[in-house]
């Protein structure tokens, strides 16, 4: 079984389209993360959710949301996008935040591949 | 403003010998991470690193830190192909539970065999 999971794994659309990303874990973690790698392979942590809350919420546009039905759950909305929205985002997750040590480890989903056009 | 720089960029060796990437931040941080990525394809986390003077060691991969410089090092012993891929460090800082997360540029590591 997939650890972390995500769909789909290519995008491609046209601007001003709003789409959205799932992301699944089944490792029982309570941190879940949004990433972007952009072309040059620049990495950016966009969100991360504790047990529901957001705890990181970096200068990303409006236009992202993330959403977690459950802890097992964070998807990623994106509304009007943009052809700098272009990116592979990976989801990931860590069984807690803040605790220190392997508890902090992160498990990453396999990426999707958005591409605006 | 935290920033991160890693060094060498790229880096290209010889099966077998040793070498380390240095990972340079510029303001406090409560952990340090290093993740592996191969071509086109997901992040692997390697070490979570969090208080001074941590070591941590899996295969012929090293990590150690040293918070008083704002350093960290991944070391590399006798290096083989499979160890070819790209390492990122990341620095972690957290203030009234506003956490940061910053990546470096990443190292390009290619092993020749």
């Known amino acids: 079984d997939t650890a972390v999971s995500q769909t789909p794994k290519y995008l491609v659309t046209q601007m001003g389209n709003d789409k959205s990303i799932k992301c699944e874990q089944n490792?029982?973690?309570?941190?879940m993360y949004w990433y972007k790698q952009d072309s040059k392979k620049f990495l950016k942590i966009m969100f991360s959710?504790?047990?529901?809350?957001?705890?990181i919420n970096e200068t990303v546009p409006n236009r992202f949301s993330p959403k977690s039905p459950d802890k097992a759950h964070l998807n990623l909305h994106i509304n009007s996008l943009e052809l700098g929205d272009s990116a592979v985002y990976f989801c990931?997750?860590?069984?807690?935040?803040?605790?220190?040590?392997?508890?902090?480890?992160?498990?990453f989903g396999p990426g999707t591949r958005l591409l605006v056009l | 403003e935290l920033k991160v720089e890693q060094n060498p960029l790229f880096l290209s060796m010889q099966e077998g010998k040793n070498y380390t990437i240095y990972c340079n931040y510029s303001?406090?941080?409560?952990?340090l991470y290093w993740y592996r990525q191969d071509p086109g394809k997901s992040l692997e986390s390697l070490f979570v690193?969090?208080?001074?003077?941590a070591v941590k060691q899996e295969g012929r991969l090293m990590a150690s830190l040293d918070t008083k410089a704002r350093l960290s090092t991944l070391h590399i012993t006798a290096a083989v192909h499979d160890l070819s891929a790209t390492y990122f460090c990341?620095?972690?800082?957290?203030?009234?539970?506003?956490?940061?997360?910053?990546f470096g540029k990443g190292t390009r590591l290619h092993i020749l065999p």
């Open positions: 990341a620095v972690g800082t957290q203030m009234n539970r506003d956490d940061k997360i910053i």
């Open positions: 990931a997750s860590s069984q807690s935040r803040f605790s220190g040590g392997r508890q902090e480890t992160q498990y």
């Open positions: 303001t406090t941080s409560d952990r």
């Open positions: 490792l029982g973690h309570d941190t």
């Open positions: 959710y504790n047990n529901k809350e957001l705890i």
């Open positions: 690193l969090l208080s001074n003077g």
